[in-house]
């Protein structure tokens, strides 16, 4: 199930029981479902501008990674900046944002960053 996941400590002792699936793989639903038949699962659905790369193999993590630097190019716009993310959402405002070009400034990603004072 894709996701993003935060779990309590619990479930390191939870994770040690996963036994590997049909796949030969451990899969994340094996903890989801514990904390399910516990009645402590919540959930969040996602909007339909996620989208789930599977990066479990050598393969797939370098075909993840080739659809996020064309997605990147083509749209001119980083994927999962967390810098723009809170910018936006108003936790960090625009000198944090300038202290942070600053540090970068001899980077693409922080030239990216310096666009987003700029706009």
């Known amino acids: ?24 793989e451990l899969e994340i639903t094996s903890v989801n ?7 402590e699962l919540n959930v969040i659905k996602l909007g339909t501008s996620f989208t789930w790369l599977d990066a479990g193999t050598e393969d797939s993590l370098l075909e993840s990674a080739l659809t996020v630097q064309k ?12 810098e723009e993310i809170a910018f936006k959402k108003g936790w960090i ?3 944090q944002v300038e202290k942070l070009v600053l540090d970068m400034k001899n980077t693409k990603y922080g030239q990216y960053l310096k666009h987003l004072l700029e706009k």
Not at 1 to 24: H, T
Not at 33 to 39: I, P, S, V
Not at 71 to 78: P, V
Request: net charge neutral.
């Open 71 to 82: 997605l990147q190019h083509e749209q001119n716009h980083y994927v999962g900046c967390i």
């Open 93 to 95: 405002d625009a000198r």
């Open 33 to 39: 479902n514990a904390y399910l038949a516990m009645g």
């Open 1 to 24: 199930v894709p996701g993003l996941y935060f779990y309590d400590n619990r479930v390191i002792e939870i994770a040690k029981q996963v036994q590997p699936s049909a796949r030969g």
